[in-house]
């Protein structure tokens, strides 16, 4: 495969973080799959995630050090945290493979179109990684996912976490049917394949109305308001979360709605979140992840570009969530500075 010559962030073909572009049944074994997904027919109010894809790979060129003009390649770079220092592989473990071709106003052929795709990425044996896209993206993203994995194990089962500030589990949405942003974690907790589903970041509404109460208790399923995580923790509560997800199943889909984090930091989305989870506290809840074997599946959903205030900021927040899930995938990474050399600068 061709490299791209070095550019800087405003100049060149954009592919997310620089990476190849190739199709989706070209990812190679072990790698991940990026698949943009510009839907946006289904939302209540706001619309405009469509335009998302487009602006995360945008926004991500800037933090392309992988491909990019920021570091060496060969010296790589030091996680002054840990003192490992990471290096782009001699073959690269990225790859881009484009958007999902949507038609337009017809969800059970979006739903196809989104689901053909995850599933051939899938079937690679690689990782997909969505870029959405409005909420709606994880259900139909979750069957592609669900059906690649079953062509190796026909039992597949896969647990779901979902990081958002909202349930999005009505079984249908006013005026807007059953396959909505709205309703689409309740479409996954119908699947046969589906374990465990847990929320983590609830804020939106301090509600839930009490079929929806009965569902979650019936299945196990729990959540985390962002009142019991600043009381508990972030490491405590988002890693209780990950376990319950990753219990008796074969693999974890994680998928993070933009308006986890408040307002303030992400004004580009559909449902603006307030007295919110704030970077930091978000930051420090995926860099968990990675942790997780489990975790063969992610996405980011609802970025909303023409509301991205303040110079895009909403956009470089997805991007970074993005590349702090896949970093350790896509980068070789080697322990090697003590943290006694490391306090010799970083106090
Ligand atoms: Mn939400």
Redesign the pocket.
């Known amino acids: 495969m061709p490299q791209l010559d070095l550019v800087h962030h405003y100049s060149g073909p954009i592919t997310f973080y620089r990476a190849p572009a190739c199709a989706p049944e070209e990812v190679p074994k072990g790698g991940v799959g990026i698949v943009g997904i510009p839907l946006d027919s289904w939302t209540l109010g706001r619309n405009g995630q469509r335009m998302g894809p487009r602006a995360i790979r945008e926004s991500s060129l800037y933090l392309a050090a992988y491909y990019g003009l920021q570091v060496p390649l060969d010296e790589g770079y030091i996680n002054v945290a840990d003192g490992s220092v990471s290096r782009v592989p001699a073959e690269p473990r990225l790859f881009d493979t484009g958007d999902v071709r949507l038609h337009q106003g017809d969800a059970e052929a979006q739903t196809r179109a989104i689901a053909d795709h995850v599933r051939k990425v899938t079937e690679q044996g690689a990782m997909p990684v969505m870029l959405g896209g409005d909420?709606y993206i994880p259900y139909p993203s979750l069957l592609g996912f669900i059906e690649g994995m079953q062509q190796v194990k026909e039992d597949f089962k896969v647990g779901f976490l979902n990081l958002?500030?909202?349930f999005?589990l009505w079984d249908e949405f006013r005026d807007m049917g059953r396959y909505n942003h709205g309703t689409f974690a309740r479409r996954i907790s119908e699947h046969p394949a589906v374990g465990k589903m847990a929320w983590w970041g609830l804020n939106?509404t301090h509600i839930i109305e009490p079929q929806q109460f009965d569902l979650c208790r019936e299945k196990g399923y729990v959540g985390y308001t962002v009142d019991s995580i600043r009381r508990r923790g972030v490491q405590e509560t988002i890693r209780e979360a990950l376990d319950i997800v990753s219990e008796g199943v074969d693999a974890v889909y994680v998928t993070f709605?933009i308006?986890t984090v408040d307002g303030a930091y992400a004004p580009g989305t559909h449902?603006i979140v307030v007295d919110g989870l704030t970077a930091h506290e978000v930051f420090e809840a995926v860099s968990v992840i990675p942790e997780y074997e489990s975790v063969q599946a992610f996405d980011v959903a609802?970025m909303l570009p023409q509301y991205d205030v303040g110079g895009g900021r909403t956009a470089r927040f997805s991007a970074h969530v993005i590349l702090s899930v896949i970093g350790d995938r896509i980068l070789d990474s080697s322990p090697t500075y003590s943290q006694e050399e490391l306090a010799q600068v970083f106090r």
Do not use: W
């Open positions: 909420h958002d500030g909202h999005d939106g709605d308006d449902s609802e």
